[in-house]
């Protein structure tokens, strides 16, 4: 049994079906009439027919791995397992922390660097202007872009 995901009204339903009953249409095959002794042409279908029985061969091989493969990989371990999920989480936050790091330093940079402040407010001040904007932009009350 295979089983395939759906998409309806924003939530998935898992619905399994027997894949050995879907009828597909036929593809490459020859018209019904088709006689190769008559429509091909001479020693064409000699030459053809150890390279189909070679290939054919292969290709039903492939298909038989390739179905083996599919089946371990769809009944396998979900990509989203908790461990993975938190992992992804950490990564994202060690992220925040290095963009956040890189940030106060080009801040203190410029607070150092800046003649004269009398006009802006102290290092302090400043430092405390950037805190109540972040926060208003995590609540939602501003929006930077």
Known sequence: MAKILHTMSQRSISREFDES????????????????TKDLPPGLFEFLTPLSREFTSRQQQVILKRKA??????GGVLANT????VFGIEN???ALRVITKLFDEEFDRILRELPSMKDLG???SLRQARLISETMIVRGEFDPV
Request: no cysteine.
């Open 82 to 85: 908790w461990d993975h999920l």
């Open 69 to 74: 493969v599919l089946s371990r990989t769809h």
């Open 92 to 94: 994202i936050l060690r």
């Open 122 to 124: 102290t290092p302090e």
């Open 21 to 36: 009953k879907v009828m597909y249409p036929p593809m490459n095959s020859a018209p019904p009439d088709f006689d190769v």
